[in-house]
Each structure stands twice: as C-alpha cells, then as structure tokens.
C-alpha cells in the first residue's frame, strides 16, 4: 500500500509561481511512475505531467508545456511539479498518483493505469 499526500497549493495572482509537493510513504517509491493530474470545478480531472520512475523521462499537457517541470527525489519519497507563469485556467485541484510499471523509462499518461492516489491540494490563480 501507498500513501500519498500533497502540499504547496495556495492561492496566488496570475503569473506567480508555486511549487506543490507528493510526499510518499514506503520503502518502494521509486517502483511507480509519478504524475500530475487536474480537476478544475464542474471539468474532468485531466492528466498535466508525468515522470518515470527512474525520473529520465517526462511528458506534459501541451497546456503546461514550457511553465510547469515535473521532478523527483527518489531518495526522500518525493515528487515535485514547480509551476511558473501560472493563468487562470491552472486553478484546480491539483492530485499526484502512482502507477506501477515495469519499465523504469516509462511514463504513464493514462489515468486508469494509476494505482494510488492523494488527496489533493487546490492551486487558485487569480486574474
């Protein structure tokens, strides 16, 4: 079983920075792709970045291409994605998720292939 637990959402002006945190519990953190989801109020949650589990590859929404990098630190359990140039339209609920994968190059982008879940942090950003 893995716990995952969210950090660094807030509420900030347009164009301002952030930087959220997934915090994993377990020895086997680096066994799962990572990622990134969204759900923004009466939308779909939807995926905004992805990373392997060796951390070497990373794929993003083109909507976050070039303003948001996905990392991790396999050795403290953690994933981050720092957004810059935040809009309007970031505002969500932001969600990290962790899919197992045989594969260390791996990044999964389908949302049923992920496994665990958080409970979220709300990024809002104001006009």
């Known amino acids: 079983q893995v716990q995952l637990v969210e950090s660094g959402g807030g509420l900030v002006q347009a164009g301002a920075s952030l930087r959220l945190s997934c915090a994993s519990s377990g020895r086997t953190f680096s066994s799962y792709a990572m990622g990134w989801f969204r759900q923004a109020p009466g939308k779909e949650r939807e995926f905004a970045a992805g990373i392997s589990r060796s951390g070497r590859s990373t794929y993003y929404q083109d909507s976050v291409k070039g303003r948001f990098t996905i990392s991790r630190d396999n050795a403290k359990n953690t994933m981050y994605l720092q957004m810059n140039s935040l809009k309007p339209e970031d505002t969500a609920h932001y969600y990290c998720?962790?899919?197992?994968?045989?594969?260390?190059?791996?990044?999964?982008?389908?949302?049923?292939?992920?496994?665990?879940w958080g409970q979220g942090t709300q990024v809002t950003v104001s006009a």
């Open positions: 998720a962790a899919g197992n994968t045989l594969d260390p190059s791996r990044v999964v982008t389908d949302e049923i292939a992920y496994n665990y």
